[in-house]
Nanobody, 116 residues
Framework: QVQLAESGGGLVQAGGSLRLSCVASGVTFSINAMGWNRQAPGKQPELVAQITSSGRTSYADSVKDRGTISRDNARNTVYLQMNSLKPEDTAIYYC??????????WGQGTQVTVSS
């Protein structure tokens, strides 16, 4: 059974930084991509960043210049470094892993709150 455990969320002041981590366990397939979505209250989920097994990254326009996604393939771990945080970054952040067949597995989410 695939399980993903996020950590690193919390309360931070605007302009601050956070590093989110997500460890995937119970993975018995090749992971094609790992990434982060977020959902703010009353808003649709948003893809924040993704990194493929080859290291190719993609970002939402809203975080492109402020976020860095990375992964440790040996540890099935993905990280999201967020800098210059804004109140509009407040959301629950969910990590995921995607298999080569397109199946996605999600974590329970970690709350990020940015105060102005």
């Amino acid at each position: 059974q695939v399980q993903l455990a996020e950590s690193g969320g919390g309360l931070v002041q605007a302009g601050g930084s956070l590093r989110l981590s997500c460890v995937a366990s119970g993975v018995t397939f090749s992971i094609n991509a790992m990434g982060w979505n977020r959902q703010a209250p009353g808003k649709q989920p948003e893809l924040v960043a993704q990194i493929t097994s080859s290291g190719r990254t993609s970002y939402a326009d809203s975080v492109k210049d402020r976020g860095t996604i990375s992964r440790d393939n040996a540890r099935n771990t993905v990280y999201l470094q967020m800098n210059s945080l804004k109140p509009e970054d407040t959301a629950i952040y969910y990590c995921y892993v995607q298999s080569a067949y397109g199946s996605k597995y999600w974590g329970q989410g970690t709350q990020v709150t940015v105060s102005s």
